[in-house]
């Protein structure tokens, strides 16, 4: 994974809020500015929203890219169909995404809708929803041994960018993903170089926003959803089921990814987790809030309208192999364990940040690769001067 | 070579599973194989919770030595009478508070062996020592 955060300002104000704000350690502070390890990132956009000075942003593609292709192609997510209210607005809607030069405007609640219906076939052991990047980099990283429980099944806007490139082989086509959230812009070839996506640019809702509300008007022209996949951006208008289990918060999530490591929630089939709160409705990069578009969602229940794509499991699966290569052998593992370990010990342990880093864990390990000396530790220089 | 001792208090429910969840951490930042790591996670979780339950408490001692993870679980309760009946599936002693909070299924030492490489039991009147071995690799 690779984070789509980028530090914006020549000068930090040293608040540091970022920096505890991030739960994978991955920000630190050097020569007066935050530098993100993107290897530790895992793009849940904590760090942007503790900055008060808006001075960390995610990157997103640009519509001018749209000129780069023959024929384009607007993969919406149901999220932002969702903050609509009624069907004629979703319309609306699709009609001004075209008229900001999109030829072509598909909805991914069909896929949305088709993987929850497969996620829900499994009678075995408990398993883990593989919809959320947040998820899915949260995992890897922290809870590794639960990388076995996730399903295999492919990102929706994956399947559906595969699903279109078939129907227009001959053509110069380029797929564009409006993304809610952080985690969703790095699941594109653009503009944070990820050749191994199907689809070619990531655009953040909020870049674009202002654009398809000046454009949103009367139209005539019918739209297709599945109202299915709508309701599946929001944990709380899923019709609730004893085997299921929806958590939608970050600390939740955490701790029910915890519990599940523990194997208690093995009475469970399926764990369908949304870090986001009120889900994918309430993502960082949709314009609006998850409450009042919970209720738009409820509302647009009554358009029940199903369509059935019916896509191969096989085409359904994720495919894309992570580099694994570099790994230490355990015993090395072990001995720079317990060299980090006999740092962690001579330092303070409050994890005030003031050296820069996330913590006092993070600084032993940072003083054992050689990037800092122990004397980096502003509160022992004071202890010592005393 | 690591050793770390962790004390367990007696019907500190509230508490419960917090040895194990640092144990569990610290797998995590030694990079052990995430195979290894699950299997460790129930088991312990599953031993602390029996010494919270049954024993008055006691100590967890975990140590990595050679490619082989320990785990020894040393309470001063009033020991097993019947470990074989112990090791029965759905067997349990558990009070009525403790089912109440969603222990005492009686799988707690059928998955402690079944998930752990080695298990090694010894109980008197005295206390029960449970020792686990897990290999690395």
């Known amino acids: ?386 | 070579m690591l050793t770390k001792k962790y004390l367990v208090k007696e019907k500190d429910y509230v508490n419960a599973g917090k040895v194990s969840s640092s144990i569990k951490k610290e797998l995590k930042e030694i990079g052990v194989d995430e195979s290894v790591i699950r299997k460790i996670a129930i088991a312990s979780y599953e031993a602390e919770i029996n010494m919270i339950i049954h024993a008055n408490g006691g100590e967890i001692i975990f140590s990595i030595d050679d490619g082989i993870i320990e785990l020894v679980f040393a309470d001063t309760g009033p020991g097993i009478p019947n470990i074989e009946l112990a090791l029965t599936p759905g067997w349990s002693t558990a009070s009525e508070k403790a089912r109440q909070m969603g222990f005492g299924a009686g799988m707690g030492l059928v998955n402690i062996k079944r998930y752990s490489d080695s298990f090694d039991l010894k109980t008197s009147t005295e206390g029960t020592t449970i020792t686990l071995q897990f290999k690395v690799f």
């Open chain 1, 1 to 386: 994974m690779k984070s789509v955060i980028k530090y914006t300002l020549d000068k930090c104000h040293k608040c540091m809020k970022c920096i505890q704000a991030c739960p994978s350690h991955a920000l630190s502070m050097k020569d007066n500015r935050i530098v993100i390890n993107t290897g530790e990132c895992i793009n849940c956009g904590k760090c942007i929203k503790a900055c008060v000075n808006q001075g960390l942003t995610a990157i997103s593609s640009s519509l001018d890219h749209l000129k780069d292709y023959d024929y384009t192609i607007c993969l919406v997510p149901s999220s932002l169909v969702a903050h609509a209210d009624v069907k004629h607005s979703v319309a609306s809607l699709f009609a001004a995404l075209k008229k900001l030069g999109f030829d072509e405007a598909i909805s991914l609640s069909y896929v949305e809708a088709g993987l929850y219906q497969k996620e829900r076939e499994n009678k075995g052991n408990l398993m883990i929803s593989s919809f959320c990047p947040l998820v899915n980099n949260l995992i890897k990283k922290k809870f590794p041994a639960l990388v076995e429980s996730l399903l295999p099944y492919d990102y929706p806007s994956e399947i559906m960018a595969k699903e279109v490139r078939k129907k227009y082989k001959d053509v110069k086509l380029g797929i564009f993903n409006l993304c809610e959230c952080e985690a969703k812009l790095e699941l594109a070839k653009y503009p944070h170089n990820n050749m191994e996506y199907e689809v070619d640019h990531a655009i953040s809702i909020v870049d674009i926003f202002s654009k398809i509300s000046s454009n949103l008007m009367e139209t005539n022209e019918d739209v297709d959803f599945d109202i299915n996949g709508l309701l599946l951006t929001c944990p709380r208008a899923i019709k609730r089921n004893d085997d299921i289990l929806l958590e939608n918060s970050y600390d939740t999530v955490t701790n029910v990814l915890d519990m599940a490591e523990f194997g208690l929630l093995d009475d469970f089939k399926l764990l369908r987790l949304y870090p986001c709160f009120s889900g994918c409705l309430g993502g960082s990069l949709v314009w609006g809030n998850g409450y009042v578009a919970k209720r738009n969602l409820m509302r647009l229940k009554d358009y029940n309208h199903e369509v059935k794509i019916d896509i191969p499991l096989d085409e359904l699966l994720n495919k894309r192999v992570e580099d694994k290569t570099g790994e230490k052998s355990f015993k090395e593992k072990l001995e720079h364990f317990n060299l980090v370990n006999n740092i962690f010990e001579k330092l303070p342990g409050y994890d005030c940040t003031a050296c820069g880093l996330g913590g006092c864990r993070i600084m032993a390990e940072e003083i054992a690769k050689g990037n800092r000396k122990i004397e980096d530790c502003k509160i022992l220089v004071k202890e010592n001067k005393q």
